[in-house]
């Protein structure tokens, strides 16, 4: 069984950064596909960006390119999602997913394990 636990959501002002963290324990962490979803109140939940095994693949919602960095470090069995330039659209509940699928996933079906979510709100 996969553990994925979030952390780095909090309050911040439109313009503004926050990075959140994804630590995960339970299985070789290079042999994971990953992601970040978001849900939004009364929205489905939507992908935000995915990584390949190895890094050599990303994928970026069109609504965040150029303001969202995925990254993943083996060493710390954690993948990070750099937040910048941070808009009231952008909040929601962010979750980390993990897939032992091959390749990038992008949908919500294709990921099996999920953490349990960390909010992020941005005030105008």
């Not at 911040?12 to 959140?20: E, K």
């Not at 299985?27 to 939940?45: D, H, I, N, Y």
């Amino acid at each position: 069984q996969v553990q994925l636990v979030e952390s780095g959501g909090g309050l911040v002002q439109a313009g503004g950064s926050l990075r959140l963290s994804c630590a995960v324990s339970g299985r070789t962490f290079s042999g994971l596909v990953m992601g970040w979803f978001r849900q939004a109140p009364g929205k489905e939940r939507e992908s935000v960006a995915a990584i390949s095994r190895y890094g050599g693949s990303i994928y970026y919602a069109e609504s965040v390119k150029g303001r969202f960095t995925i990254s993943k470090d083996d060493a710390k069995n954690t993948v990070y999602l750099q937040m910048n330039s941070l808009k009231p659209e952008d909040t929601a509940v962010y979750y980390c997913a993990a897939s032992t699928g091959m390749g990038l996933r992008v949908a919500v079906r294709e990921y099996d394990f999920w953490g349990q979510g960390t909010q992020v709100t941005v005030s105008s």
